[in-house]
């Protein structure tokens, strides 16, 4: 199960009426694409769901594909999502047919979780994360990302976090479906990103505040902000949005830094645990692979886990320092920054390391060579 492609697709329009019931999608690249989230923003297919929502979409082989569709804040339709399976230079076609949609199994989830020191949580189908809230201000938390490994397409969040504070069943542990086994301390840990200014990493601490833009079945969107990073004796405010989205091997993160108008460059970053594993660089592409032996609380050994990082700007550097592997970009506060970040488990999908090396290696790739659609 290599679930690893992204979401991004060129949207063209052909014979534009309210008759559009066809999605025809291009693959012109050399590797499958399976899995991969296609988003469709284009207002006058969108009226189609305005006028009713009774649409069922099927692929090439008659079978139901579930499908999610966003709304703003004012409550109009934005995005129409589904995931697509495109082999190989080839082309397949999508159609939307009147009838009653089946339910669609939910893959993706967040939430603040008041109840656990004010996390951040969140998840797909391949793996969960959190991030740290004010609540645990007192422990000298990070704005590094946390990652829990999971061996099942359920969502486990809830769970986790109703065992543990519910019924003293610790999500350190894998009881079956997953474990929090990763450390995180005052580090970027599993792909968090912060400044790096005068040759120095400045590691933010907790989210002051989040707001939840959606939470659907096949993506969910969250914003966090941070009041006051430091970098050298100036502050700067922080708005970090994440997308997280089915079958989808890395989160998608929009950073926003507001402040002092200087040069800032900024390193997304993979904590190495003491240098312990194995790790893959790659400049030019914009990618690093870490990969390390996985240990549970009780010290039991469960397998290896991965963490990825892709940046689509050009890298300046590509380092290790503080025990982290870096890849920094140049950056003007004020403006969006985007890149990428997640991990993965030996027991869930990837056997070995050289799997998810591949892994993020092949979605940097598929990342610069987005699927063309064609709406008929």
């Given at each position: 199960m290599k679930k690893i492609f992204l979401y991004l697709a060129t949207v063209l329009m052909a014979g534009c009426s309210s008759s559009i019931k066809t999605i025809e999608i291009s693959n012109t690249g050399s590797f499958d694409?399976?899995?991969?989230?296609?988003?469709?923003?284009?207002?006058?297919?969108?009226?189609?769901?305005?006028?009713?929502?009774?649409?069922?979409?099927?692929?090439?082989?008659?079978?139901?594909?579930?499908?999610?569709?966003?709304?703003?804040?004012?409550?109009?339709?934005?995005?129409?999502?589904?995931?697509?399976?495109?082999?190989?230079?080839?082309?397949?076609?999508y159609h939307l047919k009147k009838g009653n949609p089946s339910p669609v199994e939910p893959k993706t989830f967040a939430r603040f979780v008041p109840e656990?020191?004010?996390?951040?949580?969140?998840?797909?189908?391949?793996?969960?994360?959190?991030?740290?809230?004010?609540?645990?201000?007192?422990?000298?938390?990070?704005?590094?990302?946390?990652?829990?490994?999971?061996?099942?397409?359920?969502?486990?969040?809830?769970?986790?976090?109703?065992?543990?504070?519910?019924?003293?069943?610790?999500?350190?542990?894998?009881?079956?479906?997953?474990?929090?086994?990763?450390?995180?301390?005052?580090?970027?840990?599993?792909?968090g990103i912060a400044p790096f200014w005068n040759d120095s990493l400045w590691i933010g601490n907790y989210f002051n505040s989040y707001k939840v833009h959606y939470v659907g079945p096949l993506q969910s969107k969250f914003s966090l902000f941070y009041d006051s990073i430091k970098v050298g004796d100036k502050f700067y405010k922080e708005q970090l949005t994440i997308t997280v989205s089915a079958g989808t091997l890395l989160n998608k993160a929009e950073v926003t830094f507001n402040g002092y108008q200087q040069s800032l460059p900024l390193a997304a970053g993979i904590f190495l645990h003491e240098n312990t594993g194995k790790l893959s660089m790659n400049q030019e592409e914009g990618t690093a692979a870490y990969c390390e032996d996985a240990v549970s609380d009780a010290k039991v050994p469960s397998g290896r886990n991965y963490v990825g990082i892709f940046v689509p700007a050009p890298i300046t550097k590509a380092m290790i320092k503080n025990n982290h592997a870096l890849l920094i970009s140049e950056y003007q506060p004020g403006n969006t920054f985007v890149y990428f970040f997640g991990g993965g488990w030996n027991k869930w999908g990837f056997p070995t390391d050289n799997d998810w090396i591949n892994a993020v290696n092949l979605f940097a790739q598929s990342y610069r060579s987005p699927l063309e659609v064609l709406i008929k």
């Open positions: 694409r399976n899995d991969e989230i296609i988003q469709i923003n284009d207002k006058e297919f969108l009226q189609l769901f305005e006028e009713s929502d009774k649409w069922i979409l099927k692929n090439n082989h008659n079978q139901e594909i579930g499908y999610q569709l966003v709304k703003n804040e004012n409550g109009d339709l934005e995005t129409f999502i589904f995931q697509a399976a495109v082999p190989a230079n080839k082309k397949v076609a656990r020191k004010d996390d951040f949580a969140w998840e797909n189908d391949l793996a969960a994360y959190r991030m740290y809230g004010p609540a645990l201000a007192g422990e000298n938390p990070s704005n590094g990302v946390d990652l829990w490994l999971k061996r099942t397409k359920e969502l486990i969040v809830d769970t986790f976090y109703f065992n543990e504070l519910q019924k003293g069943q610790s999500y350190h542990i894998d009881h079956g479906k997953g474990l929090d086994c990763y450390k995180v301390g005052h580090t970027l840990g599993a792909g």
